[in-house]
């Protein structure tokens, strides 16, 4: 609205139709988060940060960034989607060999 974009035009800027930005604006969906990339460079800051510096957070933040799913995440650590979300919601804590690889791949140093 700042920008006075219509939907049609955001929806042409994100290649997706303007009743898809009309659900995101009304909170009827959430973009996927391959997405997320895109919006952050877009408004120019990351909306989906958390100030906590938890290994949960550096993780969702990580995946925010670069649009990355818990599917995906898992794949590249060796372990399943499932388990990555359950390590970013703070449901779980990985073991040391696990915590080295998501440390290498996320950059995150605690």
């Given amino acids: ?3 006075s974009l219509s939907q049609s035009k955001l929806g ?12 995101w604006e009304n909170g009827k ?3 996927l ?4 990339p895109r919006i952050i460079s877009f408004i120019g800051y990351n909306p989906f940060l ?3 510096p938890s290994l949960g957070n550096a993780i969702f933040a990580y995946r925010c960034e ?3 799913s818990a599917k995906k995440l898992g794949i590249a ?3 399943a989607g499932c388990t990555v ?5 703070n449901k779980c804590t990985p073991d040391e060999e696990t915590l080295l690889k998501i440390k290498a791949i996320i950059k995150w140093d605690k």
């Fill in 1 to 3: 609205m700042d920008l």
């Fill in 50 to 52: 958390v100030e906590n």
């Fill in 12 to 23: 042409r800027i994100f290649n997706v139709s303007k009743d898809c930005v009309n659900n």
């Fill in 77 to 79: 650590i060796g372990i």
């Fill in 85 to 89: 979300l359950a390590i970013e919601r």
């Fill in 33 to 36: 988060i391959s997405f997320y």
């Fill in 29 to 31: 969906n959430t973009p």
């Fill in 66 to 68: 670069h649009g990355v």
